[in-house]
């Protein structure tokens, strides 16, 4: 679903330069599902950035469902990202002046994909449909979580990354929120990469890697 | 509504300024007097052998630079007291064009009036532009003499000044003064013709040292008669005080035996002094006083505090002052000592003087008026 | 302790330089805000100044005024005559305002200098004032007394009128000044001196505007009484004209403006500091965490705010100087025609001025610092999102009850406002109504948008983000609401202004010719063909509590006056005015007199006439436009009866429209010099030109407070933008695209500037009405009719969205790189 070919990247933090991916090779399958993890550091978070297209590879290519993100312009890129990707952050990055439907929705809406027979079916699923008129302020960080995973879903891309979606959340709560993405997503069919610390959570996901010093192995 | 205070003085000097200390670039304006040396071109001249004519002459002579009327006065008080009276008016012309009068006049007045009491010395000074009829000498539809500014008058019956009646005042003081004289008038000089220096300066010069007086003085209201002698003494020219001369001392004496002595001397930057006077017997006979016939020598020098002009800094200098005099006439037998027992006489006017009553001792007895100009 | 707080002020003084943005925006909005303050206040230090000092003459030296009790000027003789009885402290003055061949108004004082030398103890030497008496030459006095004369003309009125040394002002009507001499007199104000003799004989009279004359004892003025009091009376001066008191409701005004800028000024600090604190708390807090004491982080923003406050009061003031140079001459012209006061259009510093504008900035800065801590000590979280329902939030509605209370209260107190002061402070109470209900009209506007727009995701969302920004725009927004109301108040004030004054001059020049007075008489006139009607005015003078009346006789058939000009008489007014009464005289009285003067319709005033003190019953008014005067208008038959030595003004001269160009012959073939006449239009057209001139202080100072609101809703733009960067990166993170970005972004900014244009629209209204009803009332004495016309209101709301539009695209203009930049930062810690 998504590859990246022979790609370096590097960055400079307080003098010492971070590297963050030494031709880097790594495929991962449509409908598969992984977890990244690593020491913090590591730059787990900037080789999820490049995958996203958020951030650039400083040499190497980039592939996501066969289309070189690396090569697309700004304009096409957004486009790209609104149709094709789905993203959950740690801090859920909802839109504080929009309910919990308009933010699932969001995405969507901008894509000019919105269904709402699939968005109920995902807030039903995700347990938040008597929740659909709440603000954010409202909610509680689960829930915030499980609305964002909504927005990241609901246009069904193909491609959804997740950046430690439950590191605000306690461990109960994780332990749903992380079920809830890995089914809705295998439900969709969406690949899945969730960058995570912790191994139980990785152990919710079929793949397991491990990134240091700029190469990638597969963790246990 | 219109100038404020501070522009009104500025202008107020510096109509000042043009007029009465009008300047060259040889000499500042803080030199009033300078006018009297500035070149006469264009006025009138005055030359030896003029006939003079009364009452005539008694008025203004407008195409002449300057002019005065000028009267002292030694009076008595009914107090037993000596008072001193002194009130002039000074015309100007500003400039030698012919006259277009009224509010274009070229004429300006300055009048002074000054009363010296035992307890104490007032003056007061007025300027007016001529032409207007607020300040002048001119004869009434009645025929009549008349002299003034505002409501200082001098007013005859007659086309001569007198008999008259002089009326002024002075901030808190005021007189009315009746004055008699003959119609005998004493020309100066070489038949009114008054040399004041080698160089040709010079003014036509005519008095009247015989004047008796009778009147009141009002002191903050309170009347005083007095009686006494005064001397008019009138003088035009245009160009009256050599670049040289830096003032002049001069003196009008009534001596107690009925003659009457004027003496100037024009003071020089450098070397001899230009004197000059007349000696008028009792009965009315002249002898002029050349060069050689008199002296005029300062005694000592009395220190006084000088008022400044502006009067809001009261004391703004000190100068030293000859107010202790001798004067000799060896040909007429005169050998007299001239002093003041009011040396505080300074006129702090634009044309700042010494002006005060003097008394008279030695071979002759008298009283009589200093002025001291130029220091 | 020393220690903690440099190393404190240090890390606290290093944002700036990583922001010098935000430094800027301190130092603007505090130079803006003093600078504006401090050139309002000069300008009316500057002007009350001028007036001490007219004082000084009048009302120290010469406070007295003699004039004469038939005439309207003095005879020169009568000068002379009261010289010459002992009145030496009387100096005979003209004073005459013109205008030039270009239209520019002149001010001619004349009077005769050595008059003027009986003032005073003594007289001054000047010896130590360093004249350059070297430019007067010898014959100095013969040039000002004698032809040509000269001018006296101060270096700032030689500029304002373009004049050069040697040049000859020419007048309206053709006549010449005499050549220019340019004088720094010191505080000759914007008047042209000329001698008594020369204006005398430029104006051809032998008559005075009045004499002045020191205060007289009782015994002097027994004694004028006595020799002259049949002819000439004498007035306290100080009394019948108090500068200041006809000039304090501009002044009032304009410190109001001054202390509006101020307000606008400090919104703008506030923005910058609340801004720059906010960004720092992280750094606070580290440093708190270090071990700095709450003491010294306390000394170091105080040293950092009394840093600001100093350099923006110098710079303010600093600014403050060439912008009230600028301004001044405008103030000046008011001055002149509204008041008749002449004022030195020269500014003057004032060093009290620069602590004033220093308190101002502490003060501003203190509430800048102090507000936000308040607020972050209330509210723990001081995160937007902890704020975004706060729209409708009980501090929102209490805001808006304070608004509608303001409102009822203004309403409460309008019958009983009866001073400047007081009319000011219902002024007052409107505009901070406007400020409490601010919020609550966005709230209830984005409110109103979101439930019409339900069905569209979008613009559900554009309105929902106009509660994320107004928290942090309300202060700008709230400074742009002031500026608005304040400048539709003024222009509406303006405009009706200049609409009474066209009205007026309509009715009261309907002629279409004016001929001076004197040059032409009534027999030739009827001759003339062209000729549809002609009448003069007859005008005498008395004076009425303390102010001059004029009574003015009307010609009943004359088109300039008739029934339509009564303001509250009885229908039948007019046909009993003509009528006239018995034992009575009935006259129409101006608005000055109602309000001023305390006479209603049916009241009786009694004046003295020809024929013995007579009464005049008042049958109703006419609006009377800046008059300064009492006026009364009688029918001009009866004025001749009662005032044999009324003077008549020149001819009004009415011609059919096609017949002009043939009037206009005619005038020229009875021998007319062009001098002679003018026509309506032309009159019209200067009179225009001079109000145009004269209401420029208040268009330019609406401009600026304009631009300081314009500058506040930038940096606020600005802060806001940096504050919900990571927001907007998440849109873009999400596939939003740049249109769809700025569509969103954009429109709370619209939205509230539509808001603020709505309230500001009725609340400007009631402000020019207040303006108009009740301080033009209280000062003036007439009113007029309240006149909102749309275009300049459009005007101004087009120039604000430009405005507005430009802010947003000016704090637009980083946003894609600065938002692609957060975008990696979306993720992780």
């Given at each position: 679903?998504?590859?990246?070919?022979?790609?370096?990247?590097?960055?400079?933090?307080?003098?010492?330069?971070?590297?963050?991916?030494?031709?880097?090779?790594?495929?991962?399958?449509?409908?598969?599902?992984a977890?990244?993890?690593?020491?913090?550091?590591?730059?787990?978070?900037?080789?999820?950035?490049?995958?996203?297209?958020?951030?650039?590879?400083?040499?190497?290519?980039?592939l996501?469902?066969?289309v070189?993100?690396?090569?697309l312009?700004?304009?096409?890129?957004?486009?790209?990202?609104?149709?094709?990707?789905?993203?959950?952050?740690?801090?859920?990055?909802?839109?504080?002046?929009?309910s919990?439907?308009?933010?699932?929705?969001?995405?969507?809406?901008?894509?000019?994909?919105?269904?709402?027979?699939?968005?109920?079916?995902?807030?039903?699923?995700?347990?938040?449909?008597?929740?659909?008129?709440?603000?954010?302020?409202?909610?509680?960080?689960?829930?915030?979580?499980?609305?964002?995973?909504?927005?990241?879903?609901?246009?069904?891309?193909?491609?959804?990354?997740?950046d430690?979606?439950?590191?605000?959340?306690?461990?109960?709560?994780?332990?749903?929120?992380?079920?809830?993405?890995?089914?809705?997503?295998?439900d969709?069919?969406?690949?899945?990469?969730?960058?995570?610390?912790?191994?139980?959570?990785?152990?919710?996901?079929?793949?397991?890697?491990?990134?240091?010093?700029?190469?990638?192995?597969?963790?246990? | 509504?219109?100038?404020?205070?501070?522009?009104?003085?500025?202008?107020?000097?510096?109509?000042?300024?043009?007029?009465?200390?009008?300047?060259?670039?040889?000499?500042?304006?803080?030199?009033?007097?300078?006018?009297?040396?500035?070149?006469?071109?264009?006025?009138?001249?005055?030359?030896?052998?003029?006939?003079?004519?009364?009452?005539?002459?008694?008025?203004?002579?407008?195409?002449?630079?300057i002019?005065?009327?000028?009267l002292?006065?030694?009076?008595?008080?009914?107090?037993?007291?000596?008072?001193?009276?002194?009130?002039?008016?000074?015309?100007?012309?500003?400039?030698?064009?012919?006259?277009?009068?009224?509010?274009?006049?070229?004429?300006?007045?300055?009048?002074?009036?000054?009363?010296?009491?035992?307890?104490?010395?007032?003056?007061?000074?007025?300027?007016?532009?001529?032409?207007?009829?607020?300040a002048?000498?001119?004869?009434?539809?009645?025929?009549t003499?008349?002299?003034?500014?505002?409501?200082?008058?001098?007013?005859?019956?007659?086309?001569?000044?007198?008999?008259?009646?002089?009326?002024?005042?002075?901030?808190?003081?005021?007189?009315?003064?009746?004055?008699?004289?003959?119609?005998?008038?004493?020309?100066?000089?070489?038949?009114?013709?008054?040399?004041?220096?080698?160089?040709?300066?010079?003014?036509?010069?005519?008095?009247?040292?015989?004047?008796?007086?009778?009147?009141?003085?009002?002191?903050?209201?309170?009347?005083?008669?007095?009686?006494?002698?005064?001397?008019?003494?009138?003088?035009w020219?245009?160009?009256?005080?050599?670049?040289?001369?830096?003032?002049?001392?001069?003196?009008?004496?009534?001596l107690?035996?009925?003659?009457?002595?004027?003496?100037?001397?024009?003071?020089?930057?450098?070397?001899?002094?230009?004197?000059?006077?007349?000696?008028?017997?009792g009965?009315?006979?002249?002898?002029?006083?050349?060069?050689?016939?008199?002296?005029?020598?300062?005694?000592?020098?009395?220190?006084?505090p000088?008022?400044?002009?502006?009067?809001?800094?009261?004391?703004?200098?000190?100068?030293?002052?000859?107010?202790?005099?001798?004067?000799?006439?060896?040909?007429?037998?005169?050998?007299?000592?001239?002093?003041?027992?009011?040396?505080?006489?300074?006129?702090?006017?634009?044309?700042?003087?010494?002006?005060?009553p003097?008394?008279?001792?030695?071979?002759?007895?008298?009283?009589?008026?200093?002025?001291?100009?130029?220091? | 302790?020393?220690?903690?707080?440099?190393v404190?002020?240090?890390?606290?003084?290093?944002?700036?330089?990583?922001?010098?943005?935000?430094?800027?925006?301190?130092?603007?909005?505090?130079?803006?805000?003093?600078?504006?303050?401090?050139?309002?206040?000069?300008?009316?230090?500057?002007?009350?100044?001028?007036?001490?000092?007219?004082?000084?003459?009048?009302?120290?030296?010469?406070?007295?005024?003699?004039?004469?009790?038939?005439?309207?000027?003095?005879?020169?003789?009568?000068?002379?005559?009261?010289?010459?009885?002992?009145?030496?402290?009387?100096?005979?003055?003209?004073?005459?305002?013109?205008?030039?061949?270009?239209?520019?108004?002149?001010?001619?004082?004349?009077?005769?200098?050595?008059?003027?030398?009986?003032?005073?103890?003594?007289?001054?030497?000047?010896?130590?004032?360093?004249?350059?008496?070297?430019?007067?030459?010898?014959?100095?006095?013969?040039?000002?007394?004698?032809?040509?004369?000269?001018?006296?003309?101060?270096?700032?009125?030689?500029?304002?009128?373009?004049?050069?040394?040697g040049?000859?002002?020419?007048?309206?009507?053709?006549?010449?000044?005499?050549?220019?001499i340019?004088?720094?007199q010191?505080?000759?104000?914007?008047?042209?001196?000329?001698d008594?003799?020369?204006?005398?004989?430029?104006?051809?009279?032998?008559?005075?505007?009045?004499?002045?004359?020191?205060?007289?004892?009782?015994?002097?003025?027994?004694?004028?009484?006595?020799?002259?009091?049949?002819?000439?009376?004498?007035?306290?001066?100080?009394?019948?004209?108090?500068?200041?008191?006809?000039?304090?409701?501009?002044?009032?005004?304009?410190?109001?403006?001054?202390?509006?800028?101020f307000?606008?000024?400090?919104?703008?600090?506030?923005?910058?500091?609340?801004?720059?604190?906010?960004?720092?708390?992280?750094?606070?807090?580290?440093?708190?965490?270090?071990?700095?004491?709450?003491?010294?982080?306390?000394?170091?923003?105080?040293?950092?705010?009394?840093?600001?406050?100093?350099?923006?009061?110098l710079?303010?003031?600093?600014?403050?100087?060439?912008?009230?140079?600028?301004?001044?001459?405008?103030?000046a012209?008011?001055?002149?025609?509204?008041?008749?006061?002449?004022?030195?259009?020269?500014?003057?510093?004032?060093?009290?001025?620069?602590?004033?504008?220093?308190?101002?900035?502490?003060?501003?800065?203190?509430?800048?610092?102090?507000?936000?801590?308040?607020?972050?000590?209330?509210?723990?979280?001081?995160?937007?999102?902890?704020?975004?329902?706060?729209?409708?939030?009980?501090?929102?509605?209490?805001?808006?009850?304070?608004?509608?209370?303001?409102?009822?209260?203004?309403?409460?107190?309008?019958?009983?406002?009866?001073?400047?002061?007081?009319?000011?402070?219902?002024?007052?109470?409107?505009?901070?109504?406007?400020?409490?209900?601010?919020?609550?009209?966005?709230v209830?506007?984005?409110?109103?948008g979101?439930?019409?727009t339900?069905?569209?995701?979008?613009?559900?969302?554009?309105?929902a983000?106009?509660?994320?920004?107004?928290?942090?725009?309300?202060?700008?927004?709230m400074?742009?609401?002031?500026?608005?109301?304040?400048?539709?108040?003024?222009?509406?004030?303006?405009?009706?202004?200049?609409?009474?004054?066209?009205?007026?001059?309509?009715?009261?020049?309907?002629?279409?010719?004016?001929?001076?007075?004197?040059?032409?008489?009534?027999?030739?006139?009827?001759?003339?063909?062209?000729?549809?009607?002609?009448?003069?005015?007859?005008?005498?003078?008395r004076?009425?509590?303390?102010?001059t009346l004029?009574?003015?006789?009307?010609?009943?058939?004359?088109?300039?006056?008739?029934?339509?000009d009564?303001?509250?008489?009885?229908?039948?007014?007019?046909?009993?005015?003509?009528?006239?009464?018995?034992?009575?005289?009935?006259v129409?009285?101006?608005?000055?007199?109602?309000?001023?003067?305390?006479?209603?319709?049916?009241?009786?005033?009694?004046?003295?006439?020809?024929?013995?003190?007579?009464?005049?019953?008042?049958?109703?008014?006419?609006?009377?436009?800046?008059?300064?005067?009492?006026?009364?208008?009688?029918?001009?038959?009866?004025?001749?009866?009662?005032?044999?030595?009324?003077?008549?003004?020149?001819?009004?001269?009415?011609?059919?429209?096609?017949?002009?160009?043939?009037?206009?012959?005619?005038?020229?073939?009875?021998?007319?010099?062009?001098?002679?006449?003018?026509?309506?239009?032309?009159?019209?057209?200067?009179?225009?030109?001079i109000?145009?001139?004269?209401?420029?202080?208040?268009?330019?100072?609406?401009?600026?407070?304009?631009?300081?609101?314009?500058?506040?809703?930038?940096?606020?733009?600005?802060?806001?933008?940096?504050l919900?960067?990571?927001?907007?990166?998440?849109?873009?993170?999400?596939?939003?695209s740049?249109?769809?970005?700025f569509?969103?972004?954009?429109?709370?900014?619209?939205l509230?500037?539509?808001?603020?244009?709505?309230?500001?629209?009725?609340?400007?209204?009631?402000?020019?009405?207040?303006?108009i009803?009740?301080?033009?009332?209280?000062?003036?004495?007439?009113?007029?009719?309240?006149?909102?016309?749309?275009e300049?209101?459009?005007?101004l709301?087009?120039?604000?969205?430009?405005?507005?539009?430009?802010?947003?695209?000016?704090?637009s203009?980083?946003?894609?790189?600065?938002?692609?930049?957060?975008?990696?930062?979306?993720?992780?810690?």
């Amino acid at each position: 679903m998504f590859e990246l070919k022979h790609v370096n990247k590097s960055f400079r933090d307080r003098g010492d330069v971070i590297q963050v991916a030494q031709d880097l090779c790594w495929h991962l399958g449509s409908g598969e599902s992984a977890a990244l993890m690593g020491e913090s550091g590591a730059g787990k978070t900037t080789l999820m950035n490049m995958i996203a297209g958020l951030d650039k590879a400083d040499s190497g290519e980039v592939l996501v469902d066969g289309v070189h993100i690396d090569r697309l312009g700004q304009a096409e890129l957004t486009a790209f990202r609104r149709n094709h990707i789905g993203l959950i952050f740690q801090k859920f990055h909802l839109i504080p002046s929009l309910s919990a439907w308009d933010n699932g929705a969001l995405q969507a809406r901008l894509a000019g994909v919105f269904d709402s027979d699939f968005a109920n079916h995902l807030f039903d699923v995700l347990g938040i449909d008597h929740l659909a008129h709440r603000r954010p302020s409202q909610l509680s960080g689960g829930q915030q979580q499980r609305v964002a995973i909504a927005r990241a879903l609901m246009h069904q891309p193909q491609l959804v990354l997740a950046d430690e979606p439950t590191g605000n959340l306690d461990e109960a709560t994780s332990a749903a929120v992380i079920e809830l993405l890995v089914s809705a997503a295998s439900d969709a069919g969406a690949t899945l990469l969730v960058v995570t610390h912790s191994a139980s959570i990785a152990g919710y996901l079929s793949h397991s890697y491990r990134l240091g010093s700029g190469t990638l192995t597969p963790a246990a | 509504m219109m100038l404020n205070h501070t522009k009104l003085r500025r202008s107020l000097f510096l109509s000042l300024v043009l007029i009465f200390g009008a300047t060259s670039e040889l000499a500042p304006a803080q030199d009033p007097y300078q006018l009297l040396r500035q070149s006469g071109e264009g006025f009138a001249q005055v030359a030896p052998g003029r006939a003079f004519l009364f009452p005539q002459d008694h008025y203004p002579h407008e195409r002449f630079k300057i002019e005065w009327w000028y009267l002292t006065a030694n009076l008595t008080g009914n107090d037993g007291q000596d008072y001193g009276i002194h009130w002039t008016l000074f015309r100007q012309a500003m400039s030698p064009a012919p006259n277009l009068g009224g509010w274009q006049s070229n004429q300006t007045w300055m009048a002074h009036t000054a009363i010296s009491a035992p307890f104490g010395f007032e003056f007061a000074q007025r300027f007016a532009r001529g032409g207007v009829a607020q300040a002048g000498v001119s004869v009434t539809q009645k025929n009549t003499f008349e002299a003034w500014m505002d409501d200082w008058l001098w007013r005859s019956n007659s086309p001569a000044p007198f008999p008259g009646v002089l009326t002024a005042s002075t901030n808190t003081h005021r007189f009315q003064l009746t004055l008699e004289a003959s119609d005998k008038w004493v020309l100066q000089g070489k038949g009114g013709f008054s040399q004041k220096s080698d160089l040709g300066q010079a003014s036509y010069y005519y008095s009247q040292p015989f004047i008796e007086i009778a009147g009141t003085i009002w002191t903050h209201d309170e009347p005083v008669e007095v009686t006494g002698q005064g001397w008019l003494d009138r003088e035009w020219s245009s160009q009256p005080l050599a670049d040289n001369q830096a003032g002049w001392d001069w003196v009008s004496l009534h001596l107690s035996d009925g003659s009457a002595l004027m003496v100037y001397q024009l003071r020089h930057d450098s070397g001899e002094h230009y004197i000059s006077g007349s000696w008028v017997s009792g009965s009315g006979e002249v002898t002029v006083l050349e060069v050689g016939d008199v002296t005029m020598i300062p005694q000592s020098e009395t220190r006084l505090p000088i008022p400044s002009l502006a009067g809001d800094r009261p004391e703004s200098s000190i100068k030293d002052i000859p107010l202790d005099w001798r004067v000799r006439v060896p040909k007429l037998g005169i050998d007299i000592s001239v002093t003041t027992d009011r040396p505080h006489s300074w006129l702090a006017t634009a044309f700042p003087y010494w002006e005060g009553p003097v008394a008279v001792n030695g071979s002759h007895q008298g009283v009589g008026y200093l002025e001291l100009t130029g220091y | 302790m020393m220690r903690a707080t440099l190393v404190t002020l240090a890390t606290t003084l290093a944002f700036y330089r990583q922001n010098p943005l935000q430094a800027l925006f301190v130092v603007v909005g505090l130079v803006l805000g003093c600078g504006l303050y401090t050139s309002v206040a000069q300008i009316n230090a500057s002007a009350k100044a001028s007036y001490a000092e007219a004082d000084q003459i009048l009302g120290v030296s010469a406070p007295w005024r003699i004039t004469d009790r038939v005439n309207t000027n003095v005879a020169i003789t009568d000068y002379i005559r009261l010289r010459r009885a002992g009145f030496t402290r009387v100096y005979p003055v003209i004073e005459k305002r013109l205008a030039s061949a270009e239209g520019a108004l002149i001010s001619i004082i004349a009077t005769d200098l050595l008059a003027l030398t009986s003032f005073g103890s003594g007289v001054d030497s000047g010896r130590d004032s360093g004249v350059d008496t070297g430019s007067f030459g010898g014959d100095g006095w013969s040039r000002l007394t004698q032809p040509p004369y000269e001018a006296w003309v101060p270096p700032q009125t030689a500029e304002r009128l373009a004049v050069t040394e040697g040049q000859q002002i020419r007048l309206r009507e053709g006549k010449l000044l005499p050549p220019a001499i340019i004088r720094s007199q010191p505080q000759q104000r914007d008047q042209i001196f000329i001698d008594m003799g020369a204006a005398l004989s430029l104006f051809e009279t032998d008559r005075v505007s009045y004499l002045a004359t020191s205060p007289l004892t009782e015994t002097e003025q027994q004694k004028f009484v006595e020799q002259f009091g049949d002819r000439l009376a004498l007035s306290n001066q100080s009394q019948t004209l108090d500068l200041s008191q006809l000039t304090g409701s501009l002044h009032t005004n304009l410190t109001a403006l001054g202390l509006l800028s101020f307000v606008v000024g400090t919104f703008i600090v506030f923005n910058a500091v609340n801004f720059s604190l906010h960004a720092r708390q992280q750094n606070l807090r580290v440093l708190q965490d270090l071990g700095a004491v709450r003491a010294a982080i306390f000394t170091a923003i105080a040293i950092e705010s009394l840093f600001w406050a100093v350099a923006g009061a110098l710079l303010g003031t600093l600014l403050a100087q060439p912008l009230s140079a600028a301004l001044m001459p405008a103030v000046a012209a008011t001055m002149q025609n509204i008041y008749g006061a002449s004022v030195s259009s020269l500014p003057v510093f004032n060093t009290g001025l620069f602590w004033e504008a220093l308190l101002l900035a502490l003060a501003g800065l203190l509430l800048a610092l102090v507000l936000p801590l308040v607020r972050a000590s209330a509210t723990h979280s001081d995160e937007p999102d902890s704020r975004n329902e706060a729209l409708f939030s009980r501090h929102n509605v209490v805001l808006a009850g304070v608004g509608v209370a303001l409102l009822a209260l203004a309403y409460a107190c309008y019958p009983i406002a009866s001073s400047v002061v007081q009319g000011f402070a219902l002024l007052s109470l409107v505009l901070f109504a406007g400020v409490a209900l601010l919020p609550m009209v966005v709230v209830l506007v984005s409110a109103l948008g979101r439930s019409l727009t339900r069905q569209h995701w979008l613009a559900r969302w554009a309105f929902a983000d106009v509660s994320l920004q107004f928290p942090h725009l309300r202060l700008a927004m709230m400074a742009l609401l002031l500026t608005l109301i304040a400048s539709i108040g003024v222009t509406a004030l303006v405009g009706s202004f200049r609409l009474a004054l066209t009205d007026w001059l309509e009715t009261r020049l309907s002629a279409d010719f004016y001929v001076t007075a004197g040059v032409i008489d009534a027999e030739v006139l009827a001759g003339q063909v062209w000729i549809q009607a002609a009448h003069r005015r007859l005008v005498a003078e008395r004076s009425f509590a303390g102010r001059t009346l004029t009574v003015v006789g009307i010609d009943a058939d004359a088109p300039d006056f008739g029934p339509d000009d009564i303001v509250d008489g009885d229908p039948e007014a007019f046909a009993r005015w003509l009528l006239g009464g018995v034992g009575v005289d009935r006259v129409f009285a101006n608005e000055q007199l109602r309000y001023l003067g305390g006479l209603e319709v049916g009241d009786t005033l009694e004046l003295e006439t020809d024929l013995g003190i007579r009464p005049f019953e008042v049958v109703g008014f006419f609006h009377d436009y800046g008059n300064v005067n009492f006026s009364l208008h009688l029918p001009s038959g009866r004025l001749e009866q009662l005032y044999a030595n009324a003077k008549p003004q020149g001819w009004g001269i009415w011609v059919e429209q096609s017949q002009r160009a043939a009037a206009e012959l005619g005038l020229s073939q009875l021998g007319l010099e062009p001098t002679q006449w003018v026509s309506q239009r032309d009159v019209l057209a200067l009179s225009l030109t001079i109000f145009d001139r004269t209401f420029a202080i208040t268009r330019a100072l609406n401009a600026l407070t304009l631009l300081v609101a314009a500058v506040a809703i930038f940096s606020s733009l600005l802060a806001v933008y940096q504050l919900r960067r990571p927001e907007y990166a998440l849109w873009r993170s999400l596939g939003m695209s740049w249109f769809g970005f700025f569509m969103v972004s954009g429109f709370p900014i619209v939205l509230m500037t539509v808001a603020a244009m709505a309230l500001a629209l009725p609340l400007g209204i009631v402000l020019s009405w207040l303006l108009i009803h009740k301080i033009n009332v209280i000062s003036f004495g007439w009113t007029m009719p309240v006149i909102v016309a749309p275009e300049p209101i459009a005007f101004l709301f087009v120039v604000v969205a430009a405005v507005v539009l430009t802010a947003f695209i000016l704090a637009s203009l980083r946003q894609q790189v600065e938002v692609n930049k957060a975008l990696k930062n979306l993720a992780g810690e």
